[in-house]
């Protein structure tokens, strides 16, 4: 059992030390038959940054996310993580290695309670096996109360939307906004480095995407995650993003902070067209 | 048959069509029965009557032609010729006729039914609801008539193997063919009123008419049972007088028995349920206590009730506790982590095979005549590694394809066993046999010939199942396999590794139907490659549908209606006049259950919440509303989007 969970951000000394990057990826490129869904990329991520990825619709957003975790395979290019290459992992074995990830459309494990949900994403950090369920060892007693009490605590982060009755309530039951944040209890309960959140604030009312947002930066200034965001609304990437990149057609067209990209004429071009005078 | 005597038959026509749903102490019966009365007793707005010659005539018809066919399908089934011998009710009821009749019956009061539809009322029950049933219930006793027509008078023997006289004669009564033509438009008739009537009764009355028709039913069709169970417990000077001679229950004492139910009926009216919710709302400790104490109780009652019983009735309950170890394992697989597997019965195999050549002297090439104890470990290690070899490359797929190469693999398993190139080892076609009983320390010998012996080995095994599954469920490793059942690919990015869990799942199955066939072989003392044909494949994973996948009470309650009351693929079950047709039955059965109550007979929670997710979610969305929070929830309503 690691301990990593109070300590998240602490750096792995061999690999990284101040703001050495923790993702990178080198001429990373996805094709899809003839089509290149990522182009020779090069994007990186550092210790306690977030970073945003914005783009029209069909720039390579989710291909990234996706190629990060291990869920497509890569047509060429490399991927590291603290400094060592992910290229031939399991996305159970990138997930180990700590990154974690939301999905766009959400995907709970709908008939699994909200603990549940939580708990079976420790899957990795916990070790007991067949032997220690059938014969109640001390070790496994102890293993599922701390898996418990961990899950609590990740659902307790979202002040009291997820908490009491709801633990015991099966995912489906919740409303959208809450299942949002489900994923994202999720995603924290692998003991993540690196969280990688796709769109999450689509579907939500402004209150609750304002709310969401705030999450966000506490994440980071609480857990110590690093996180990439891709977002559409662009108060939102403000917001948050130390830093912004811009994808389109699959590669990188402009990086920086949220001001300099947004004057960018060439991101106005991408979301706007030719012959658009800058809004 | 008279005439005067139709009503009764009429009454007592669910009998045979809902023994299956179980036995009176199964828990699943009553559950069924609440369901159903749940849904119509809240008629609180109701509209009057519809006219009586406003009928629906284009359903009637339609449910009509359903009957006919069903009628001519079971008669020409040979279904009727064979149950005749078989009385019900001494002189007036054969279960021959039951067969038939229960056709029109629930096709006339199919017919009444109405949709609720929430804030139209319903129409209040009246003629209308019996006329209808009348009319549905003549044109399906036509049926007969014109099969009874027909069969007089054409010979079509040659592609319909029971178009026989014997069948005319039976429909005739013994009488000519008008009379029977006659007979079964007034009897269609009959029936279909006595279905539509049961629209009229309320739902009080209507359960106590239930309690009592089932009891009579259960009692007159489980006659074999109720014998034997006579005979241990040394009333028989009662079933002397209740049943008669040559089987059936006596006219008076189904009366009696009756007259007795419906008291008790009465009387009970609602503690049933109310005990049930008592027991669902405890919760903390006194819930443990009170689930301590009945599993106590279920446990006590099932060592000692065997001392009181014959051999026919432990031979059954052995069979029976053979299939629940089978489907307890296939539902680690399928119910727990959603791996359809359609070739569960090569681990049955596998163990059988193994358990044989490690036990009997007779065995082929290698044959160290071990103990059954020592033998076990051994089984235990090859099925599990058996359960890898053919897990491996089988788990990397998926859904429909998973299915059919699990299928495959089955077969494959016993073709082995059968073939000439093992044959020096396995003993091929001729199968090994002589094979020993099982050695349980000093406890003496469990074989074929003590019954009841096996029946406890079973019953210490099945133990240790329910305990492996319950534990395992509540594990990390369980959650990891709910985890892939909801949805493969997320699991693994939430760092599951999903072929290990999915292989886990696979040997831990394997491993619980070794159990099964180890004891299989040392009770019936020889195993043969026909013993594993695909069917009984089919016929566990039936039982785990019907019971309730991932429920364990559930696949208990499955074994124990299906292979108890219908017989199992080689077994014969309570019902043994149904054995040739028990197929026709489990079909029919799968998609009633299918239809009726798809989450099973007893669901598991996660199941019954999968299957009505909308219902759930409403009442969590009002629970929300009451909620404090004072924010909205609803949050469909998008931002406007904002663009640099």
């Not at chain 2, 019953?459 to 329910?466: D, P, T």
């Not at chain 2, 159990?515 to 695909?534: C, E, M, Q, T, Y």
């Not at chain 2, 019902?575 to 059965?589: D, M, N, T, V």
Request: hydrophobic share 50%; proline share 5%.
């Amino acid at each position: 059992m690691t301990d990593t969970m109070s300590h998240p951000s602490t750096p792995n000394a061999n690999a990284v030390n101040g703001t050495a990057a923790l993702l990178e990826t080198r001429k990373l490129s996805v094709d899809f038959g003839g089509l290149h869904a990522l182009d020779g990329l090069d994007f990186e991520v550092r210790e306690g940054e977030i970073v945003s990825v914005i783009g029209p619709n069909g720039a390579g957003k989710t291909t990234l996310f996706n190629a990060i975790t291990a869920t497509i395979e890569l047509s060429s290019g490399d991927i590291l993580f603290e400094g060592a290459s992910m290229m031939g992992l399991d996305p159970n074995k990138v997930t180990a290695r700590g990154i974690a990830r939301t999905f766009q459309n959400v995907r709970l494990f709908a008939n699994m309670t909200v603990l549940e949900n939580v708990m079976v994403s420790q899957h990795c950090r916990t070790r007991q096996h067949a032997f220690g369920a059938l014969f109640y060892t001390p070790a496994f007693r102890r293993e599922e109360a701390e898996i418990r009490e961990r899950a609590e605590k990740i659902l307790s982060f979202f002040g009291n939307r997820l908490v009491g009755y709801r633990f015991d309530q099966p995912a489906f039951t919740l409303s959208y906004a809450n299942r949002r944040r489900l994923e994202i209890a999720r995603a924290m309960a692998t003991e993540p480095k690196l969280i990688l959140l796709d769109e999450p604030v689509a579907g939500m009312n402004p209150v609750e995407s304002a709310e969401l947002t705030k999450l966000v930066g506490r994440l980071r200034d609480e857990w110590g995650f690093a996180i990439v965001v891709i977002e559409h609304h662009m108060d939102v990437v403000r917001e948050v993003s130390d830093r912004v990149v811009v994808l389109d057609h699959g590669t990188k067209i402009a990086e920086g902070e949220y001001e300099e990209v947004s004057n960018d004429p060439q991101v106005i071009e991408a979301y706007l067209g030719h012959g658009n005078e800058p809004s | 048959m008279t005439d005067s005597n139709s009503p009764e038959v009429a009454a007592s026509e669910p009998g045979p069509d809902l023994t299956p749903g179980g036995t009176p102490d199964t828990p699943g019966t009553p559950g069924v029965a609440d369901l159903a009365e749940a849904g119509e007793t809240d008629e609180t707005l109701l509209s009057p009557p519809r006219p009586v010659f406003a009928q629906n005539w284009k359903r009637i018809l339609s449910m009509g032609a359903v009957g006919v066919g069903a009628q001519i399908f079971l008669a020409l089934s040979n279904m009727p010729l064979r149950l005749d011998d078989r009385l019900l009710i001494k002189p007036i009821l054969s279960l021959g006729y039951v067969s038939l009749l229960f056709v029109p019956f629930i096709a006339g009061n199919r017919v009444g039914h109405q949709i609720q539809r929430e804030g139209i009322p319903m129409h209040a029950a009246g003629l209308h609801e019996i006329f209808g049933g009348v009319i549905c219930g003549v044109i399906a006793g036509g049926g007969v008539s014109l099969l009874s027509v027909l069969l007089v008078n054409f010979d079509l023997r040659e592609p319909l193997v029971n178009w026989s006289p014997m069948l005319a004669e039976l429909l005739a009564f013994g009488n000519s063919t008008a009379f029977a033509v006659f007979i079964w438009l007034l009897l269609g008739g009959l029936a279909g009123a006595a279905g539509g009537a049961m629209r009229l009764v309320n739902p009080k009355a209507r359960r106590v008419v239930v309690t009592m028709v089932l009891t009579v039913g259960f009692i007159s069709v489980l006659e074999s049972l109720v014998m034997d169970l006579a005979e241990g417990l040394r009333f028989e000077w009662l079933t002397e007088r209740v049943y008669a001679r040559r089987g059936g229950l006596n006219w008076n004492w189904a009366l009696i028995l009756a007259a007795f139910s419906g008291l008790v009926a009465m009387l009970t009216r609602g503690r049933v349920r109310q005990a049930r919710e008592h027991i669902a709302s405890l919760e903390g400790a006194s819930r443990a206590r009170t689930n301590f104490g009945l599993i106590i109780l279920t446990g006590a009652i099932l060592v000692i009730l065997p001392l009181f019983l014959g051999k026919f009735t432990n031979e059954l309950l052995a069979n029976v506790g053979l299939f629940v170890l089978l489907a307890l394992g296939l539902n680690v697989v399928v119910g727990l982590a959603g791996i359809l597997d359609l070739g569960y019965v090569a681990f049955f195999a596998v163990g059988s095979y193994s358990a044989a050549v490690l036990t009997a002297a007779t065995s082929p090439r290698i044959n160290p005549e071990m103990p059954w104890l020592v033998a076990l470990i051994f089984v235990v290690v090859i099925t599990g590694l058996v359960g890898l070899f053919i897990g491996a490359p089988v788990i990397r797929m998926r859904g429909d394809y998973l299915a059919i190469v699990t299928l495959g693999f089955g077969e494959i398993i016993r073709l082995l066993f059968l073939s000439d190139w093992l044959a020096d080892t396995f003993g091929g076609s001729q199968g090994i046999t002589m094979i020993p009983g099982a050695g349980i320390f000093g406890l003496g010998s469990v074989s074929g010939t003590e019954p009841r012996n096996v029946f406890y080995l079973v019953l210490a095994f099945c133990a240790l199942a329910i305990y492996i599954s319950w534990r395992l469920e509540r594990s990390r490793l369980g959650r990891a396999w709910m985890a892939v059942r909801e949805d493969e690919t997320v699991a693994e990015a939430m760092g599951i590794n999903t072929v290990n869990v999915k292989l886990m799942a696979f040997v831990v199955g394997a491993i619980l139907g070794s159990f099964s066939g180890a004891i299989f072989s040392a009770k019936v003392g020889s195993v043969f490659p026909n013993s594993f044909l695909i069917l009984v494949s089919i016929v566990i994973l039936v039982v785990v549908i019907f019971g309730g996948m991932g429920s364990i009470p559930g696949v208990i309650a499955g074994s124990a209606v299906l292979i108890g009351v219908l017989g199992g693929p080689r077994q014969p079950g309570l019902l043994s006049e149904f054995s040739e047709y028990k197929l026709l039955i489990y079909g029919a059965l799968l998609i009633w259950m299918m239809l009726a109550r798809p989450e099973g007979l007893i669901p598991s929670v996660r199941r019954s919440r999968e299957l009505h997710q909308q219902e759930i979610a409403q009442d969590s969305w009002l629970r929300e509303q009451l909620d404090e929070e004072a924010e909205s929830t609803a949050g469909n309503d998008q931002p406007a989007r904002a663009t640099a």
